[in-house]
């Protein structure tokens, strides 16, 4: 009992003197994720396909005390994150967001689309935590995360190949949960549900299709980037001590609700 006394609680989220990349960082989610671990005193190097928008992260970080550094990074380019890799060297922390998707039926997605989605979603997270994890590995610390999606569980018409990489992701990130956790590196998912990104915008642009999402989840409403960030810190923090191989769903109740209707109780 004393020695749990004597812990330092308030640290557990501290992340000062840690460095995190997080790719994506531009917009969204990842630009979310890049300023919650800088808040918590994260020097954060904000990687994204479009450098002027990891500058802006970057920029708006600096304005609010915080420290971070841009790089352009392309997942879908072994070179390119070797590049990164060799440029800053082993993180603590490793952050992945980027997906795309097409939204069409399994039956009409051509070679180039399941490709092109496979492409970034799948394998560009894997390019990340070969290139990344190793070093991880090699020091006997770090932690990992990736950002899957509720539908690694539950589907729709039109998700078939988001879905499969978005499990795939999970699947791989429990493998490697074990085969690093003996090195002192976790691997952890958040899975969130509808978010309101660059990625969901034909979505919210239907107002009956962007209304129905809304409805699904128990909260009735869509989440806000920001609303991930706490799963981001504490994965990537000591407070995530003993967590990995998870999978975090962070979807305002949308996978724990059956249905729509609420039965007169």
């Not at 999402?213 to 799963?231: C, F, H, N, T």
Request: glycine share 12%.
């Amino acid at each position: 009992m004393k020695e749990e006394r004597a812990f330092d609680y308030r640290s557990m989220f501290d992340l000062s003197g840690k460095t995190a990349l997080v790719v994506g960082a531009g917009s969204g989610i990842g630009a979310a994720s890049a300023h919650g671990l800088a808040a918590f005193g994260a020097r954060v190097f904000c990687a994204d396909l479009n450098g002027a928008s990891a500058g802006e992260t970057v920029r708006e970080i600096e304005a609010q005390g915080g420290e971070g550094e841009a790089l352009e990074l392309d997942m879908r380019d072994t070179e390119s994150v070797r590049a990164a890799a060799g440029k800053i060297g082993t993180t603590d922390v490793l952050v992945s967001t980027p997906s795309i998707n097409v939204r069409k039926p399994l039956l009409e997605i051509g070679d180039e689309e399941f490709d092109r989605v496979m492409d970034l979603n799948l394998k560009g997270t894997f390019r990340l935590v070969r290139e990344f994890g190793r070093g991880m590995a090699d020091r006997g610390s770090g932690s990992i995360i990736a950002f899957s999606s509720i539908r690694a569980q539950v589907v729709e018409p039109g998700q078939g190949i988001y879905a499969a990489t978005k499990a795939g992701t999970l699947q791989m990130f429990r493998a490697l949960a074990a085969e690093l956790g003996g090195r002192g590196v976790r691997v952890n998912v958040i899975a969130p549900g509808v978010v309101e990104t660059p990625l969901t915008a034909q979505i919210k642009d239907n107002p009956e299709w962007y209304g129905a999402y809304a409805d699904k989840s128990i909260l009735g409403r869509w989440a806000r980037p920001q609303e991930m960030v706490g799963a981001v810190v504490f994965l990537a923090s000591e407070a995530s001590s003993y967590v990995t191989g998870a999978f975090m769903l962070v979807d305002g109740g949308w996978t724990a609700a059956d249905g729509r209707f609420a039965p007169p109780l």
